[in-house]
Each structure stands twice: as C-alpha cells, then as structure tokens.
C-alpha cells in the first residue's frame, strides 16, 4: 500500500499559448532558428499546453525542415489545415452541398490531415463564431478577424447559433 503522507504530489496546469510563444521565440533565437510568429503560436496551439510537447514539436519539425520554418510546414508535418482552409470547409458545410463537402472532406484525408484536431479546431471556431454573436460585440477579440470571414453578418452568425444551439439539445 501507497503512504500518502511519503508520497509528493504535483497538480500541473497547462500553459497559456503566449507563454509557450515566447519560451519558443527565446530557444528559436538562441539556435539560430529563423521562425514566424505564427509558426510559434501553431505549435503553442497543437501542444495543448505542455511545454514538453511544445519542444519536441519544434524538433520534430526542424528534422524535417530547414533552419527556417513557417506555418505551412508545421502544417504539411502534423496534417494541420490553415484557418482559411477550415473557413471555406465551414462555408462549404453550410451551403448544404453534401457532396462537395464529402469531396473536401475526402482531398484533406488523401492530404494526410489529421481529422480528429480538424474537429477540435472546428468546434472551437463555432464557439468563437457563437460567443461573438452572443455578446454581440463588432471585435471580439480572439479571432475577430476570421468570425467576420466565417459569419460575413450578424444575421448568418444567429443562424450557425442557433443550429448549433439545437444540435446540443438533442
């Protein structure tokens, strides 16, 4: 049997994706690594907090690349999209054309993108798109600029709300 009393405990919590820039940007100048600020925060994104995950992501694709490294590349190694790339699928979903969605859906599997963080960074793209139109502010400020890509206007943004709203309902 364990004793809890001879035991450490360590409760970490995840680090925010500008701390994680910034240790990136800190190492990326120590090596000599010539790398975007969206680079930095693309892979800040895909380590899910962890620090750890964040180094051996920028090794994994520095092994891959050269001393230079820009979003398209962490994007080709990981099977990312790009945010326009996930706003056109979106606009393609809700122009209810089934088999041009199917057909894009298909060229990103073939392209080697990785389907399940698609969905994450779908859902989490509506909740942006849902919590804009919610406060019903003209810039919100995480991703302003691409709700107004996705919605175009308040009235289409009510829409994606409320299918969303009755998709969670049941």
């Known amino acids: 049997a364990t004793i809890l009393s001879r035991c450490q405990r ?28 969206e680079a930095l925060f693309c892979i800040a994104e895909a380590s899910d907090g962890g620090m ?11 092994a891959y690349s050269s001393d230079t490294l820009t979003v398209e590349d962490i994007n080709e190694i990981y099977g990312l999209i790009s945010t326009e790339q996930k706003i056109k699928f979106i606009r393609i979903l ?17 392209k080697g993108t990785d389907i399940k963080r698609l969905t994450y960074d779908l859902i989490g793209l509506f ?10 502010r003209k810039f919100f400020v995480i991703n302003s600029f691409f709700m107004f890509l996705i919605i175009g206007s308040t009235k289409m943004g009510t829409r994606i709300c409320d299918r969303q709203n009755k998709i969670q309902k049941g």
């Open 10 to 37: 360590f409760d970490y919590k995840r680090i925010s994706n500008k701390d994680i820039s910034e240790q990136l940007r800190m190492i990326a100048n120590q090596e000599g690594i010539n790398i975007s600020d």
């Open 52 to 62: 750890r995950d964040a180094l051996s992501i920028l090794e994994q694709c520095l």
């Open 94 to 110: 809700l122009s209810k054309n089934m088999q041009k969605a199917l057909s894009q859906l298909d060229h990103l599997l073939r």
């Open 127 to 136: 909740k942006d798109v849902r919590n804009y139109v919610t406060i019903k």
